[in-house]
């Protein structure tokens, strides 16, 4: 993928999602907002996972899509602890889901 997860390419460009940014949307921006999006992404990707390996996908997008509304909500706030080793939305699966639930529903926008 030329834009690193972070991003749709457009008839060869990168178009970057928020927290992103650079000709292959390698840059982070980070702000409180994207570094909470990042975390609850993370988050929700390994509290969700065993709802999408046993559930229809509709039922694992609802346990994504709202821990992660819930995480961020309380995350800006600066009312919510993450557990210990929460990443930053590094691997491809959790890019994905942030990608293809949380981006494209304007979740954390």
Same mark, same amino acid.
């Given at each position: &993928?030329? %834009?690193?997860?972070?991003? =749709?390419?457009?008839?060869?460009? %990168?178009?970057? $999602?928020?927290?992103? &940014?650079?000709?292959? %949307?390698? !840059?982070? !921006?980070?702000?409180?907002?994207?570094?909470?999006? &990042?975390?609850?992404?993370?988050?929700?990707?390994?509290?969700? #996972?065993?709802? $999408?390996?046993?559930?229809?996908?509709?039922?694992? #997008?609802?346990?994504? =899509?709202?821990?992660?509304?819930?995480?961020?909500?309380?995350?800006? #706030?600066?009312?919510?602890?993450?557990?210990?080793? !929460?990443?930053?939305? &590094?691997?491809?699966?959790?890019?994905?889901?942030?990608? !293809?639930?949380?981006?494209?529903?304007? =979740? $954390?926008?």
């Amino acid at each position: &993928d030329s %834009c690193n997860g972070n991003g =749709v390419c457009l008839a060869g460009t %990168c178009a970057c $999602f928020k927290g992103y &940014d650079g000709a292959s %949307c390698a !840059t982070q !921006t980070y702000n409180s907002h994207t570094q909470c999006a &990042d975390k609850c992404a993370d988050h929700c990707a390994s509290d969700c #996972k065993s709802t $999408f390996d046993l559930e229809i996908r509709a039922v694992g #997008k609802q346990c994504f =899509v709202g821990c992660s509304k819930h995480c961020f909500s309380r995350c800006v #706030k600066g009312s919510y602890d993450l557990p210990e080793g !929460t990443g930053n939305c &590094d691997s491809a699966y959790c890019k994905m889901l942030k990608r !293809t639930m949380l981006d494209m529903e304007g =979740v $954390f926008s």
